[in-house]
């Protein structure tokens, strides 16, 4: 069986920056997983209710793991605290792999929902710092491993590997 991918849905779109010839082929990847049916493509955000456009929100004091504890919380750059919608979607986000079985998931970084390595620092100033968001966060806390826009190749050895080991005569090949 296919192994199945939970996709940020923004990133289908493609509006994503590979370098060269590299983006034509992880595209390529990316269409044939469509076209096979592994891809789960979900916004964490929309499925929490948030609506578009939709303010700013920053990670303040912390990672997706310290909000997902409540040890941090997640403001718009209007100050307002949205940390429970953002919790919410993180939930969500889990929910949804969980229901179609995904075993990996294909996030956008930079996000305080979907960031997986990086996230911005709370300051509205454009700055980023290492750390996840709270759907990468809780995501990876369940046990689906968790890859950037940037790491389409590590995910792709990741899956041939997975199906390598689940079907033995792919090994052969
Ligand atoms: Fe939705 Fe933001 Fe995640 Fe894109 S990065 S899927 S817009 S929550």
Redo the contacts with the bound molecule.
Sequence with gaps: MHSKILV???LMGFKVRYNGSEKAALQHILARWQQEQRLVIH????AAGLSIPRAAAEIRDGNGHDVMRDAARIVEDNGEDVTAHYQL?AWLALKTALTEDCCAAL??DG?P??GNQVIYDGTFNGVQQPGMGVAAALLEANGIRVFSHQQIPQLVTFIEERERIDDPMQARL
């Design positions: 940020s849905a923004c916004c964490p955000e929309l979607a996030l956008t996000s929902t979907c």
